[in-house]
């Protein structure tokens, strides 16, 4: 079926290392959004990407969207231990009104201080 | 902020026992809510949306009455596992979705279901 790719699928850094995690769609998404889980805790949303080449900014966090839309990507500057979390990108497959999200199989994150 | 409540947050019971999960928007109304099923250190699987006054429409692979969708509210959704089994024990979440198809979807705590 249609899927959401996401790698790596683990990262651990050193504190104040960059990290970066990928997501690839085989098909061309409506949008994208990321959310990001603490251990033991529920998705939280981060940001939405709609429109082709998107590029949005969170203080250490950068958010891409391809040209074509279909892959995106996070980045995060200069870790911190705050941000430990499982980053999930979740995509909106075709348009109209499907308000389903895929979400890819997330990237945990940890940071050793 | 949107807030969505879920209840319960563990819940522990025999094999063969219902048990039903409330999802709950408490700031806002939702005329979607979405119901996922996420197994330990795995992505979120999506097992069903539910439209408020209409059937919830399934996965494919989730079995409708197994698990019981009611979106009788524009605030509340329930999810009934009947007649639970130990493999169905996971963690349980569910999502409101805020206004227009392009919004972020708000998510409950989650409910952690263990079936001895």
């Known amino acids: 079926g249609q899927q959401v790719m996401q790698i790596p699928q683990y990262q651990h850094v050193q504190e104040g290392e960059d990290f970066t995690t990928y997501c690839n769609s085989s098909t061309t998404l409506s949008n994208i959004q990321w959310y990001k889980q603490r251990p033991g805790g529920h998705p939280v949303f981060l940001i939405q990407?709609?429109?082709?080449?998107e590029v949005k900014k969170q203080k250490r966090l950068t958010f891409q969207f391809g040209e074509a839309k279909k892959n995106s990507s996070l980045h995060i500057t200069a870790t911190q231990t705050t941000d430990v979390g499982t980053y999930f990108c979740a995509g909106r497959l075709g348009g109209g009104s499907n308000y389903k999200l895929t979400f890819g199989k997330g990237t945990l994150l940890t940071v050793n201080p | 902020g949107a807030v969505v409540s879920q209840h319960p947050s563990w819940v522990i019971c025999k094999s063969g026992t219902s048990v039903k999960i409330e999802c709950r928007s408490l700031d806002f109304q939702a005329t979607t809510m979405f119901w996922y099923r996420q197994f330990p250190k795995q992505s979120l699987m999506l097992m069903a949306t539910?439209?408020?006054?209409?059937?919830?429409?399934?996965e494919q692979g989730v079995e409708k009455d197994k698990f019981l969708i009611n979106h009788a509210s524009l605030t509340l959704s329930t999810l009934t596992v009947t007649s639970a089994h130990p493999e169905d024990s996971s963690f349980y979440i569910c999502?409101?979705?805020?206004?227009?198809?392009?919004?972020?979807?708000?998510f409950g705590d989650g409910t952690r279901l263990s079936i001895l």
């Open positions: 539910s439209n408020e006054g209409s059937k919830a429409t399934y």
């Open positions: 990407l709609v429109k082709s080449g």
């Open positions: 999502s409101a979705l805020q206004g227009e198809i392009n919004q972020p979807q708000h």
